[in-house]
């Protein structure tokens, strides 16, 4: 089983910039399928990123030129970088190992 550890949320205003990270244990990282996806109050869970073990990526187009996901095989992390944040981006935010786990969440708030 591989443990998903994220960190980096945060309140931030409008117009700013967060970074968030996932770190997983274990030994198999680099060959797994990751993603990021987050929960807002009262919605369902919502696909943010995808990043394949070969570095490829797949955003969700409503979050195109906005959030980028990347991920250091060598730190066992991956990482979503999210600018320009909206009010409407407050959300838990997971990050998960496909088919495999999912991390505990970290909570972002936007917020003036």
């Known amino acids: 089983q591989v443990q998903l550890t994220e960190s980096g949320g945060g309140l931030v205003q409008p117009g700013g910039s967060l970074r968030l990270s996932c770190l997983a244990s274990?030994?198999?990282?680099?060959?797994?399928?990751m993603g990021w996806y987050r929960q807002a109050p009262g919605k369902e869970r919502e696909f943010i990123a995808l990043?394949?073990?070969?570095?490829?990526?797949n955003v969700a187009s409503s979050q195109r030129g906005r959030f980028t996901i990347s991920r250091d095989n060598a730190k066992n992390t991956v990482s979503l970088e999210m600018n320009n944040l909206k009010v409407e981006d407050t959300a838990v935010y997971y990050c998960?190992?496909?088919?495999?786990?999912w991390g505990q969440g970290t909570q972002v708030t936007v917020s003036s």
């Open positions: 998960c190992a496909l088919g495999l786990s």
């Open positions: 274990g030994s198999i990282f680099s060959s797994l399928n």
């Open positions: 990043i394949n073990p070969d570095g490829n990526t």
